[in-house]
């Protein structure tokens, strides 16, 4: 083996185990004008991540655009971590509607100690989801069936193209989400970030495309069976995302298990002459019933979309004395201390750089780079 393939394989052992740090999205290593050894880690939910596509591509996906905006809601937005919803350590986290697996990506990017179980019925998207997790060494669980209210195989139409509306053939409202893309974009361009109108022209786009989907028979099953069969004594936060199925997933609870859930965070859809209309209400009702406190947002991007975020607390949770989980604080010193632990002295950096965005090529690197040696 040549020199040069010899540095490539040490690059390519370092850059994998930096994938599994909690907090960072991407890493390179480099050798710089002074051939030193140089890793570069860009941590997750920074904003050159959004314009990075990079650490987008390098994730198993179906496309990059809606990659790029799971990325945004999740990492950027916390979209989930709203309306008083905690993440704390050890937490049983239930990832209901996985996709991809972002949400995953983040509970254990920001809270390494949790056990996430993954739900996702779709084949092709699971096969994406399996792969993202299994790269980063994560302790996430991954199923491939979804929740509801008993177990039952259902015929699902996935979207290729935009692999985040697939759903129930039967619940499928392909107008709404068509218009559900344009007032998102308009929302977006009023009230959104600066520098995103290429990712905004780019969804923009897929509301004018005929799209293709597949039909595939997805097995489903109830939430109570997946609570016995893991022996779960608690579950602290639920996230539900299920294009039009939320209220089934919570018919899947049976009584017995309604005290053992904390928090549950999801998406409700409640779209005027549809047979969602009223969802919100029945919902929250639904909740209240078990004794949540229970809270209703709309998020400025989706107004007037028909979706709304739902939150659901229970009472005495914030008594829990379990540290609540913080972002995962990137910083070099800590990185090439986790690094030592995990590679052996000949494979470890010279140094560790954290950075806003990603260099090209050696020659990018500065050539006294402040970081931390290793």
């Not at 779709?122 to 980063?136: D, S, W």
């Not at 004794?291 to 008594?319: C, H, K, Q, W």
């Amino acid at each position: 083996m040549s020199t040069s393939d010899d540095s490539a394989g040490v690059a390519t052992e370092i850059e994998s185990t930096l994938r599994r740090y909690p907090g960072i999205a991407r890493a390179r290593v480099l050798r710089d004008a002074d051939d030193r050894l140089v890793a570069e880690v860009l941590p997750w939910g920074t904003l050159s991540v959004t314009a990075d596509s990079g650490v987008l591509a390098e994730l198993a996906s179906m496309n990059l655009t809606e990659t790029r905006f799971l990325h945004d809601e999740i990492f950027v937005d916390e979209a989930y971590l709203r309306g008083g919803i905690v993440l704390r350590e050890n937490a049983v986290v239930f990832d209901v509607g996985a996709n991809i697996g972002m949400f995953s990506l983040f509970v254990e990017a920001r809270c390494p100690s949790a056990k996430v179980f993954a739900f996702e019925p779709v084949p092709e998207v699971f096969a994406a989801l399996q792969k993202n997790i299994g790269e980063r060494g994560l302790a996430t669980r991954a199923f491939n069936f979804g929740l509801s209210d008993r177990e039952q195989e259902v015929s699902f139409y996935y979207y290729p193209d935009v692999s985040i509306m697939s759903c129930r053939h039967d619940y499928t409202n392909w107008d709404n989400e068509v218009e559900l893309i344009k007032l998102y974009v308009a929302n977006e361009r009023r009230n959104g970030p600066p520098g995103r109108a290429e990712h905004l022209a780019e969804v923009e786009g897929l509301a004018a495309r005929d799209f293709e989907f597949v039909e595939r028979p997805c097995l489903l099953r109830p939430m109570s069976a997946v609570i016995d069969e893991a022996g779960l004594g608690t579950i602290d936060w639920i996230k539900i995302d299920v294009q039009r199925a939320e209220y089934d997933v919570l018919q899947g609870i049976e009584d017995r298990h309604w005290p053992l859930i904390q928090q549950i965070s999801m998406e409700v859809h409640d779209e005027a002459g549809s047979p969602t209309e009223g969802r919100v209400g029945r919902v929250t009702a639904r909740l209240a019933e078990q004794g949540f406190r229970v809270s209703v947002e709309v998020e400025e991007m989706l107004r007037d979309t028909g979706r709304y975020a739902v939150y659901a607390i229970r009472p005495g949770y914030d008594a829990d004395p379990r540290p609540v989980a913080t972002a995962h604080e990137v910083d070099p010193g800590s990185v090439a201390d986790w690094l030592s632990d995990r590679l052996p002295a000949d494979l470890l950096p010279d140094l560790v750089v954290v950075v806003n965005d990603l260099p090209r090529s050696p020659a990018d690197l500065p050539r006294s780079p402040q970081g931390q040696a290793s």
